[in-house]
């Protein structure tokens, strides 16, 4: 592990997104919350959530961090890709006051959210697909912001 015990200590934050494609069907189903697991927005936002939070245990060379605030959203209203699959762009943001970044807790967020979409689906469609898992957006620290 990297020892950021010089560091100084500043407010960082980052932002992540992944997609999760699907038919119609499955998406209207997720939308009107009538799968058999339930409301899959909402079980999604908090499994984002435990991971951000939970993200040194995941992840080996990672800090435990004390973070600040973990915010996941949802966009329903993705445009068709070109197999006509309708998609949900998950956006998952963090925030702590330390001496090391918030990116891997923003995309293990987005990761398992989106993995969670697909668990919750799973039973109506297996050919989902998670796809787009990226950084967004850094900041703080030692290099600086950051933007795609």
Not at 6 to 14: D, E, N, S, W, Y
Not at 49 to 78: G, N, Q, W, Y
Request: hydrophobic share 45%; glycine share 10%; charged share 25%.
């Amino acid at each position: 592990m990297v020892d950021v015990g010089g560091k100084p200590v500043t407010q960082r934050t980052a932002t992540a997104e992944a997609f999760v494609r699907m038919n119609a069907a499955t998406h209207a189903s997720i939308l009107a919350g009538d799968l058999p697991k339930g409301d899959v927005l909402g079980t999604a936002r908090i499994a984002g959530i435990m991971a951000a939070k939970r993200t040194h245990e995941a992840i080996p060379m990672c800090h435990p961090l004390a973070i600040d605030s973990v915010k996941v959203e949802f966009e329903t209203d993705v445009a068709a890709d070109s197999a006509g699959r309708a998609g949900i762009r998950v956006l998952a943001s963090v925030k702590c006051t330390g001496r090391t970044g918030v990116e891997m807790e923003a995309l293990h967020a987005a990761a398992v959210a989106a993995l969670t979409i697909y668990d919750m689906a799973k039973a109506v469609e297996k050919g989902m697909e998670i796809a787009g898992l990226k950084l967004l957006a850094k900041t703080g620290g030692k290099s600086g912001d950051w933007k795609a």
